[in-house]
């Protein structure tokens, strides 16, 4: 019996001193060898990914692995690279912290992107609705029947028939849109077209089914404020109910001090513009472990452009007031980056401002920029530099 006992005993410690063993390698402590003393140290986690895979991973400028996998390191601040042949290289200097996961999460754009036309008959002023799915755009190249207004849905469409695939909801035998300009409703069913009369100053604005071929535009010149009315109140209905997610505290310092909305996709961050200046007290406390740790500006100054990020209580300075005349910004789909226009360039950034890469540096007209739903390429506008011909919508592959 005894020695029955003292073999349940064994069992009982080699289990307690097993499941001890494996807690604590999960929290990633290991043994350190290099001293006098073997001693058992806390390490932290740092997840290395990369979009495409199969990236090499630089950890203080030392090749240590490849993306996917998870490194132990001791705590402390670490530069991170991750490189590929065939891309731009990602960078950021990330905090790892005992017992706590880090990640290095790299979206890489290739250094030399496809161009390729997704419309072949010319696209004006073409304007993306509020899903950021579809865009509309005025065909005035071809006979007045086969012109007017189109609309590319982008998410229910494969980018092989897009040449082919918009759908005109409005053609030319009635009114000559060639000169108008697009404006979609909040909830992207319909649209404005504003015609200037070339007899005189004024203009004609008509309306139309963005869902619907063939419209008979309507013209709602005289009672414009009826539909913009129902507009606003669609608008306000939406950022109010994004309004009540946030917390009480930071519902009220947003109604005060930030103005100008715009959420990312997945609805968790939004960048606004300061309304006055002041100061974003902390929202979280204590502070989420693992969080971003690139420096944030939480003292506001009026003008200024800002992200928050309502999941980790972090609010980054996106731009300054005296830059933002000359900067188009735009959420990236995977709510994880932002699209900046400028200076004819295109570059994608991180939400924190980390990694700001231009990806597009030719040709196009405007700030007509739009992203893919998928993140998979972005759409300009351009004729590629020859004045006599009309633009057309092109495709920016990203991967």
Same mark, same amino acid.
């Given at each position: 019996?005894?020695?029955?006992?003292?073999?349940?005993?064994?069992?009982?410690?080699?289990?307690?001193?097993?499941?001890?063993?494996?807690?604590?390698?999960?929290?990633?402590?290991?043994?350190?060898?290099?001293?006098?003393?073997?001693?058992?140290?806390?390490?932290?986690?740092?997840?290395?990914?990369?979009?495409?895979?199969?990236?090499?991973?630089?950890?203080?400028?030392?090749?240590?692995?490849?993306?996917?996998?998870?490194?132990?390191?001791?705590?402390?601040?670490?530069?991170?690279?991750?490189?590929?042949?065939?891309?731009?290289?990602?960078?950021?200097?990330?905090?790892?912290?005992?017992?706590?996961?880090?990640?290095?999460?790299?979206?890489?754009?290739? #250094?030399?992107?496809?161009?390729?036309?997704?419309?072949?008959?010319?696209?004006?002023?073409?304007?993306?609705?509020?899903?950021?799915?579809?865009?509309?755009?005025?065909?005035?190249?071809?006979?007045?029947?086969?012109?007017?207004?189109?609309?590319?849905?982008?998410?229910?469409?494969?980018?092989?028939?897009?040449?082919?695939?918009?759908?005109?909801?409005?053609?030319?035998?009635?009114?000559?849109?060639?000169?108008?300009?697009?404006?979609?409703?909040?909830?992207?069913?319909?649209?404005?077209?504003?015609?200037?009369?070339?007899?005189?100053?004024?203009?004609?604005?008509?309306?139309?089914?963005?869902?619907?071929?063939?419209?008979?535009?309507?013209?709602?010149?005289?009672?414009?404020?009826?539909?913009?009315?129902?507009?606003?109140?669609?608008?306000?209905?939406?950022? #109010?109910?994004?309004?009540?997610?946030?917390?009480?505290?930071?519902?009220?310092?947003?109604?005060?001090?930030?103005?100008?909305?715009?959420?990312?996709?997945?609805?968790?961050?939004?960048?606004?513009?300061?309304?006055?200046?002041?100061?974003?007290?902390?929202?979280?406390?204590?502070?989420?472990?693992?969080?971003?740790?690139?420096?944030?500006?939480?003292?506001?100054?009026?003008?200024?452009?800002?992200?928050?990020?309502?999941?980790?209580?972090?609010?980054?300075?996106?731009?300054?007031?005296?830059?933002?005349?000359?900067?188009?910004?735009?959420?990236?789909?995977?709510?994880?980056?932002?699209?900046?226009?400028?200076?004819?360039?295109?570059?994608?950034?991180?939400?924190?401002?980390?990694?700001?890469?231009?990806?597009?540096?030719?040709?196009?007209?405007?700030?007509?920029?739009?992203?893919?739903?998928?993140?998979?390429?972005?759409?300009?506008? #351009?004729?590629?530099?020859?004045?006599?011909?009309?633009?057309?919508?092109?495709?920016?592959?990203?991967?």
């Amino acid at each position: 019996m005894k020695k029955q006992l003292l073999i349940s005993l064994a069992i009982l410690l080699f289990l307690g001193i097993g499941t001890t063993v494996a807690i604590l390698y999960g929290k990633g402590y290991r043994i350190d060898f290099t001293g006098s003393k073997s001693i058992l140290k806390g390490t932290g986690l740092l997840v290395a990914t990369s979009t495409p895979d199969g990236a090499q991973v630089f950890i203080n400028d030392h090749l240590t692995t490849a993306t996917n996998n998870t490194i132990n390191l001791a705590p402390g601040q670490y530069k991170v690279r991750i490189f590929k042949d065939g891309y731009f290289s990602w960078e950021k200097t990330i905090d790892v912290e005992e017992e706590v996961v880090s990640k290095a999460e790299a979206l890489l754009f290739p #250094t030399t992107p496809k161009l390729e036309s997704i419309t072949e008959t010319g696209a004006l002023s073409p304007v993306i609705d509020p899903s950021f799915t579809k865009i509309a755009y005025i065909v005035a190249s071809q006979s007045a029947r086969q012109n007017g207004i189109f609309v590319l849905d982008m998410g229910n469409r494969s980018l092989l028939s897009l040449s082919s695939g918009a759908t005109q909801i409005a053609d030319g035998t009635a009114v000559n849109f060639e000169k108008a300009t697009l404006s979609w409703s909040p909830d992207g069913k319909q649209l404005l077209a504003t015609v200037p009369t070339t007899a005189s100053n004024r203009v004609t604005i008509y309306l139309l089914n963005a869902t619907a071929m063939n419209n008979a535009p309507q013209d709602v010149t005289e009672t414009l404020s009826t539909v913009t009315d129902g507009w606003q109140k669609i608008a306000a209905d939406k950022q #109010t109910a994004q309004l009540n997610t946030l917390k009480p505290t930071l519902k009220a310092f947003a109604n005060s001090f930030m103005s100008n909305l715009q959420w990312s996709p997945d609805e968790t961050k939004f960048f606004y513009t300061a309304s006055d200046s002041a100061e974003l007290a902390e929202i979280i406390t204590p502070k989420i472990i693992g969080a971003d740790s690139m420096q944030e500006d939480r003292n506001l100054v009026k003008g200024n452009v800002y992200l928050y990020d309502t999941k980790e209580d972090k609010n980054f300075l996106v731009a300054k007031a005296e830059d933002i005349a000359n900067e188009k910004l735009m959420w990236f789909p995977d709510s994880k980056h932002i699209i900046a226009v400028h200076d004819k360039k295109v570059d994608i950034r991180e939400y924190d401002g980390a990694n700001n890469t231009t990806v597009y540096a030719g040709p196009f007209a405007d700030n007509y920029v739009f992203p893919w739903p998928t993140g998979d390429n972005i759409v300009v506008l #351009t004729n590629l530099g020859n004045a006599t011909i009309f633009p057309n919508l092109y495709t920016i592959s990203l991967k």
